[in-house]
């Protein structure tokens, strides 16, 4: 998080009840727990104050925008008549150009809520992340510290582009590949969604419309055909960041500067063998018999947390839908003695979600 530790913010000093106005408080607080007045800060007679903490935002195994670097934030709090329930109270007030998050607002005792609205330049023309908050108390002579997560911005309404970036690395093996990009939700067409030729490299920068989109990268390594597909989410004024690696096997996806961290809309599909145990992880590698023709059924435990549920396996490109996928040894494309990364989407109203495993076939 950007912070400018060695400058005097702008406090937005906001008074007494329901006529709250901004104002310029000139000294420097030092940090507070959110429960002590800071050293040297006089806070008004019958107000509170708000610090606000807020964290970067973190994601799935799903390519989402690393987080930035936040210049300036805009600030809407809005209060209320209780503390769940009830209505809302006068206009939302709104602090603009706010450089340090962590200097105190005075606000009146009420009840509030917050959003944060994080931009990349100081001149607030390149919004990227957004948050809000649940509702908190602020009482008289105290400070209340509110965090607040930060989340790209959904991908409607938007005005500005977001930019997918890879790299493609073969460790010294000869191939020759093609990537393909196809938008799966709200996104717009590129150039990528024909097959493209790409290169060993990078990193190489692809700008796109928000919105979810498939990666399917398929390469000829040694005469044998690997394959990937990752699911990508573009945020406008972000950048979504993954290196496609061949080990020798098979590709793996490295993803920059994701967490795996989940909340209740960022839910990934959960997975299980033979539609009971045990789970299917990203860790998971399924091997089945070409000679025998063993076959195993994936089945998808939430299934119902999504409006739709597509599969990509081996050199398929979203051709199996719903919650189970049965994979036969000798069935397209599971026909050679190779790892395939199978991957399944889910999607909801934030976007595209995804969990992926490995089959093996094997003699």
Same mark, same amino acid.
């Given at each position: 998080?950007?912070?400018?530790?060695?400058?005097?913010?702008?406090?937005?000093?906001?008074?007494?009840?329901?006529?709250?106005?901004?104002?310029?408080?000139?000294?420097?607080p030092a940090p507070v727990d959110?429960?002590?007045?800071?050293?040297?800060?006089?806070?008004?007679?019958?107000?509170?104050?708000?610090?606000?903490?807020a964290p970067e935002f973190t994601g799935e195994r799903t390519v989402l925008p690393s987080a930035g670097a936040w210049s300036s934030y805009d600030l809407s709090i809005q209060q209320y008549t209780a503390l769940s329930g009830g209505s809302t109270t006068g206009t939302a007030i709104t602090v603009p150009?706010?450089?340090?998050l962590s200097d105190p607002i005075n606000l009146a005792p009420g009840f509030y809520a917050l959003t944060v609205t994080a931009f990349l330049d100081l001149g607030q023309t390149q919004a990227a992340a957004q948050g809000t908050s649940s509702r908190f108390t602020i009482s008289a002579g105290t400070g209340t510290s509110v965090g607040v997560t930060l989340k790209p911005l959904a991908y409607t309404p938007y005005t500005d582009d977001g930019t997918f970036e890879y790299s493609l690395n073969f460790n010294a093996l000869i191939a020759t590949a093609q990537m393909t990009i196809s938008s799966i939700k709200d996104g717009g067409s590129s150039s990528y969604d024909t097959p493209q030729t790409v290169v060993e490299g990078g990193p190489f920068s692809v700008t796109?419309?928000?919105?979810?989109?498939? !990666?399917?990268?398929?390469?000829?390594v040694?005469?044998?055909? @690997?394959?990937? *597909? &990752?699911?990508?989410?573009?945020?406008? +004024?972000?950048?979504?960041?993954?290196?496609?690696?061949?080990?020798?096997s098979y590709f793996v996806a490295y993803i920059d500067g994701i967490n795996i961290t989940y909340t209740p809309d960022d839910i990934k599909p959960a997975l299980t063998k033979d539609i009971g145990t045990?789970? !299917?992880?990203?860790?998971t590698t399924i091997?089945?018999?070409? @000679?025998?023709? *063993? &076959?195993?059924?994936?089945?998808?435990? +939430?299934?119902?947390?999504?409006?739709?549920?597509?599969?990509?396996?081996?050199?398929?490109?979203?051709?199996?839908?719903?919650?189970?996928?049965?994979?036969?040894?000798?069935?397209?494309?599971?026909?050679d003695l190779v790892i395939y990364p199978v991957t399944v989407v889910g999607l909801t109203a934030t976007g595209a979600h995804s969990t992926s495993f490995k089959i093996q076939i094997v003699n």
């Open positions: 998080m950007k912070t400018k530790n060695g400058k005097c913010g702008v406090f937005a000093a906001l008074t007494a009840v329901l006529l709250i106005t901004a104002a310029l408080i000139t000294s420097c959110g429960t002590t007045t800071p050293e040297g800060y006089q806070l008004p007679a019958e107000m509170g104050y708000l610090m606000i903490n150009n706010v450089t340090v796109l419309t928000p919105g979810s989109y498939s !990666v399917f990268l398929q390469a000829t040694g005469g044998k055909t @690997a394959s990937i *597909t &990752e699911i990508v989410n573009i945020h406008q +004024n972000l950048k979504s960041s993954v290196i496609f690696d061949f080990n020798g045990p789970a !299917v992880t990203e860790s091997s089945l018999s070409l @000679a025998a023709l *063993t &076959e195993v059924e994936i089945g998808v435990t +939430n299934e119902n947390a999504f409006t739709s549920v597509t599969w990509y396996g081996g050199g398929t490109s979203g051709t199996v839908n719903g919650g189970s996928f049965t994979i036969k040894a000798g069935t397209a494309p599971f026909t």
